[in-house]
């Protein structure tokens, strides 16, 4: 079973960045494809990106693309999200999973292990 605990989450001006990291216990972390997810007040938790299990594939939802970028080093049991030039509606929780499938999903449903989240909030 992985344990996941998210960090780097931080207060931070519009256009300003942080780079969130997602690690994980146990042996078996290069073998899932990992995600990120973030939930702001009152919305549900919606994905944000995604990454095969060797990291040469990645995913993002199309309100990130060209400013957040999903990374992962293995060696480490560590993921990670670089976001740059963020925004007001970035502010959120966010969350790193393992998916359950082994093709690419932006489904929440799909993840499990969630770990416990780590908070993001943008200044205008």
């Known amino acids: 079973q992985v344990q996941l605990v998210e960090s780097g989450g931080g207060l931070v001006q519009a256009g300003g960045s942080l780079r969130l990291s997602c690690t994980g216990s146990?042996?078996?972390?290069?073998?899932?494809?990992m995600g990120w997810f973030r939930q702001a007040p009152g919305k549900e938790r919606e994905f944000v990106a995604a990454?095969?299990?060797?990291?040469?594939?990645?995913s993002y939802v199309d309100s990130v693309k060209g400013r957040f970028t999903i990374s992962r080093d293995n060696a480490k049991n560590t993921m990670y999200l670089q976001m740059n030039s963020l925004k007001p509606e970035d502010t959120a929780v966010y969350y790193c999973a393992r998916s359950r499938r082994v093709i690419d999903s932006s489904y929440t449903s799909d993840y499990d292990n969630w770990g416990p989240g780590t908070q993001v909030t943008v200044s205008s």
């Open positions: 990454i095969s299990r060797s990291g040469g594939s990645t």
């Open positions: 146990g042996r078996t972390f290069n073998m899932y494809i």
